[in-house]
């Protein structure tokens, strides 16, 4: 028994000494490459990274082994296989027990990541130019800056009928609390609903005389969405109103850079809130001048009054 | 060392618990004497209030049918297929009569031989060729003839002709239905889905159900998603529909791949589907004479049950179809499509009565979807629109012959987690609804409003849904995915949902029959204030009667238009001979509260 206390006495002096190393190296190399970072696990730059995912094999040594396999090619030294479990073969069923061909295996992994990043050289994905205001800012602005009545058309376009995101922009309700652009006394909301043919929003827009035009995208399974989304750029192109409109869309996967890619002005992605996208239309408005460009027009500015 | 014998809460192995404890046999512990004390004439007069206002809307649909229904009936009496130009045949032979009516009958409508019903045309072309209705759909299809030009018969013998054509399909839906029920019986429940045998009386050791979705948008990898979830232990398997379908007036025809978010809800596909549920319930010990004793798999169902959407403009169809490929569950509602799909509200009324009455016959559980008011609306503010909701949705199934015990009413856990107290007032809501409807199969619904992205805390929220849910003894619960709102869900995810559930279930699966309510308490008072919220809005809704209350925006803050909204022309005054050959055999099965059942809260409706 003394022996093995001893030993292992021996071993955490020299554990410790090797850690006492290991930090010196690392604060040398720190200071070397003050800028390169790495995931922070529980220390500087240890690059620990969890990552979960599902392999097409029956769990076992091989699915572990292949995980391993893939998390290196990921970039991740020294992967350790946390969780493994079958997905597929119940106990004792009789695809188990056939040696079926198919299987799924679930895995946790961890691993330390060797790519490094510089901060200094990071460029920010442009998100929309929007400086956020509030419901009583946003109906200031429009009043003081624009001095009429802004209309948005808005419509969820294609075959998608998933009117959430649109109706929490939109409509009275809102979304956590923040009433959506039905509720601005400046701003004319038309909520089209679901499943609106490109041209039928198009024709929709020339008749109310559309400052800003609202798409929403919840559907993109085989990213269907793209398609549709570049139909409607092309519509208002041919119309020749593309640039007279602020042309906006949004749903759970579109980014501000996929929607300036597809030919929009901006593209607001998950939790994003009827302030925010408000507050966008009226500062675009301005910036592209085109509140002046429109003469008020006197019945709607009336109206906002009441 | 031999294991210690079992105490008196059985060994804490998770699979054990899979098996009842062995706690002395208790009287039945179900009954509410010390839970919510709610007020029994409030709910009456709900209850009265909600029979009323349907009772308003059935004297308006028993006087008229749909295109949808009739192609219905088309289906029953033995015609599928496409035409040429890939056009559903029902729907071609229904086109046809009504194209071909005003030819014969002079002066009359458009829909004026629609208003005899379908069948009385094409009973009268079976008479008059002997050919197979089938053969009859195919020339019609061809454009060989148009079936309202055909010499008229006598009329006893069409109606006769028509009844013998409904036989063979309404055999097979009694078929179906005592097939299921066999099947049903290994999992301990009876016909009526209540626990039997050790379990009568208590809570029963599957329930709530573990409803999973799949959502691939192709039936073959749904199928292998589908397979993996019943492994996994899931008891349900909705196949999620592609979008856009619910707005379809026609049923895409065989195995279809495509589709968006979802999909395509066709009868191959249903098949398809059908066909690998049974299989790994067979190899899970399902089968006829299966293994027994240790086959069982912890968790794995032995008749995986099947859901699809019995919704949208074509909902009459998809009953047919669901009932002839034994689907378990449907997706049923008498007023979603009216509000989230803006389908016309007459439509939808005289639709939903159809597909009930067919529902009813197969013997399928209906899931009504009062959960997605709180998807839209507030779920505190909008919580008595819930119940109101339930209460008229009842009352529908009612009449189309629906027992209790086949009408999974909906709500769900959707209050801001950032509330305090929030779960309290998931209790009172969950709670409540039990007691209010005790022999529904509810149907609970996960969170989905609150849910991130942020994987972690929706894996926590979901464990605290399962929680109030074998708490509040519900019967099905869908089981929300930690991945809501990021994507459709992977393989793991619904792994992760099947264990996260039975690790919760497992381990609370009694603690309902341990728990009072503190009187006056904030979860009582909390249900005393929905109930009675309730109660009220149905008393206005009584008052103006449904549809216009509708277009006042009751429920959900959706207003609709009564001619307005998708499929309104589709809907036909019945003319005073009209005939439908399916209600007649389904009536023994339709007659108003089911087979002769009690009705819960013991008011018999009518």
């Keep these: 028994m003394p022996a093995a206390k001893e030993a292992g006495a021996a071993a955490k002096e020299a554990g410790a000494a090797a850690k006492e190393a290991g930090t010196a190296k690392m604060q040398v190399r720190t200071a070397e490459k003050m800028a390169e970072i790495r995931p922070y696990g529980d220390t500087p730059n240890d690059g620990r990274v969890q990552l979960s995912f599902t392999l097409p094999l029956a769990a076992g040594a091989a699915a572990a082994e292949a995980a391993r396999l893939l998390a290196r090619k990921m970039g991740l030294q020294e992967p350790q296989v946390a969780f493994m479990q079958d997905l597929y073969a119940g106990a004792g069923s009789r695809a188990a027990a056939s040696g079926a061909a198919i299987g799924f295996s679930f895995l946790i992994l961890y691993g330390r990541c060797v790519h490094t990043i510089d901060p200094a050289a990071i460029e920010v994905p442009p998100a929309a130019d929007v400086h956020e205001m509030d419901f009583y800012e946003i109906n200031d602005f429009i009043a003081r800056r624009i001095g009429r009545r802004v209309v948005v058309v808005g419509a969820c376009t294609g075959s998608d009928a998933h009117t959430l995101g649109l109706d929490a922009i939109m409509n009275m309700k809102g979304y956590t609390g923040r009433p959506g652009l039905e509720r601005y006394p400046w701003f004319e909301a038309i909520n089209l609903g679901s499943q609106v043919p490109n041209e039928t929003l198009v024709a929709k827009a020339i008749d109310a005389g559309a400052d800003a035009i609202l798409v929403s995208q919840v559907v993109t399974q085989k990213d269907v969405h793209v398609p549709n989304l570049t139909q409607l750029v092309d519509l208002l192109e041919a119309e020749g109103i593309r640039d007279d409109v602020i042309l906006i869309c949004g749903g759970p996967r579109v980014s501000h850079e996929l929607a300036v890619e597809l030919g929009y002005d901006a593209g607001f992605g998950p939790g994003t809130l009827p302030p925010t996208v408000a507050a966008y239309i009226a500062q675009e408005m301005v910036r592209r001048g085109l509140a002046a460009q429109c003469q008020p027009k006197q019945g709607i500015a009336g109206r906002a009054e009441n | 060392m031999p294991p210690e014998p079992k105490g008196p809460l059985g060994p804490p192995e998770l699979p054990e618990l899979l098996d009842p404890p062995d706690l002395p046999s208790q009287p039945d512990l179900t009954g509410p004497p010390d839970w919510l004390d709610l007020d029994q004439r409030l709910i009456a007069q709900a209850r009265a209030s909600a029979a009323r206002v349907a009772g308003e809307v059935q004297a308006f649909i028993d006087r008229h049918t749909t295109v949808s229904i009739e192609r219905a009936v088309i289906r029953l009496l033995g015609v599928d297929g496409v035409t040429e130009d890939e056009w559903p045949l029902p729907n071609a032979v229904v086109e046809n009569i009504q194209v071909g009516a005003p030819d014969v009958l002079r002066g009359a409508d458009e829909n004026a031989g629609l208003a005899r019903g379908a069948a009385y045309w094409l009973a009268n072309a079976v008479l008059h060729f002997g050919d197979s209705p089938q053969e009859i759909a195919e020339a019609v299809g061809r454009g060989a003839f148009d079936l309202t030009e055909i010499p008229q018969h006598d009329d006893g013998a069409i109606r006769w002709t028509a009844l013998e054509l409904a036989v063979p399909a309404m055999e097979q839906i009694a078929a179906n239905r005592r097939r299921r029920e066999r099947a049903l019986a290994i999992n301990g429940l009876d016909g009526r889905w209540a626990p039997t045998g050790a379990d009568q009386g208590r809570c029963h050791r599957h329930k709530p159900l573990l409803y999973v979705i799949v959502a691939t948008g ?275 995810d619904r792994w992760l949902a099947v264990d996260g559930a039975r690790y919760v279930m497992g381990t609370a699966r009694h603690l309902r029959e341990e728990v009072l309510f503190r009187r006056g308490g904030a979860v009582e008072r909390r249900a005393q204030q929905v109930l009675g919220e309730a109660a009220a809005l149905l008393k206005e809704v009584e008052a103006t009667g449904l549809m216009a209350a509708l277009e006042k925006g009751v429920f959900a803050g959706v207003r609709r238009r009564i001619d307005g909204g998708k499929g309104a022309d589709g809907v036909i005054r019945k003319a005073p001979d009209y005939f439908n050959p399916i209600l007649e055999v389904a009536a023994p099965f339709t007659a108003v509260g089911g087979k002769g059942g009690v009705q819960q809260g013991g008011v018999k409706s009518l």
Excluded: W
């Design chain 2, 218 to 492: 192709d039936i073959r990898e749904d199928v292998v998603q589908a397979q993996a979830a019943v492994r996994q232990g899931a008891d349900i398997v909705a196949v999620i529909r592609s979008t856009g379908q619910s707005l379809f007036d026609y049923v895409p025809y065989g195995e279809v791949r495509g589709g968006f978010g979802g999909t395509y809800a066709t009868q191959e596909n249903f098949r398809i589907m059908r066909r690998a549920l049974d299989e790994v319930g067979a190899e899970l010990g399902g089968g006829a004479g299966g293994g027994g004793g240790g086959g069982r798999v912890a968790g794995g169902a032995r008749y995986p049950l099947q859901v699809n959407y019995c919704s949208g403009l074509c909902m009459p169809e998809i009953a047919a179809m669901g009932a002839l490929e034994r689907l378990d569950m449907m997706l049923n509602d008498a007023m979603y499509g009216i509000l989230f799909r803006d389908i016309n509200m007459q439509r939808t009324f005289v639709d939903q009565h159809f597909s009930r009455a067919l529902n009813a016959c197969a013997g399928i559980i209906i899931n009504t979807g009062e959960d997605n008011y709180t998807t839209v609306d507030d779920p505190i503010r909008a919580a008595h629109t819930v119940l109101a909701s339930q209460f008229i949705n009842e009352q529908f199934a009612h009449r189309a012959g629906l027992p209790d015990e086949q009408i999974g009413l909906g709500h769900a856990f959707q209050i801001d987690p950032e509330l305090e107290d929030g779960l309290l007032l998931e209790i009172a809501q969950a709670q409540m609804t039990r007691q209010i409807f005790p022999r529904s199969p509810l149907k609970y619904m996960p969170p989905t409003r609150h849910i991130t992205g942020n994987i972690f805390r929706a894996y926590l929220m979901q464990a605290m849904f399962n929680l109030v849910g074998v708490l509040t003894g519900q019967d099905i619960q869908l089981l929300g995915m930690l991945t809501e709102a990021t994507h459709t869900p992977f393989m793991q």
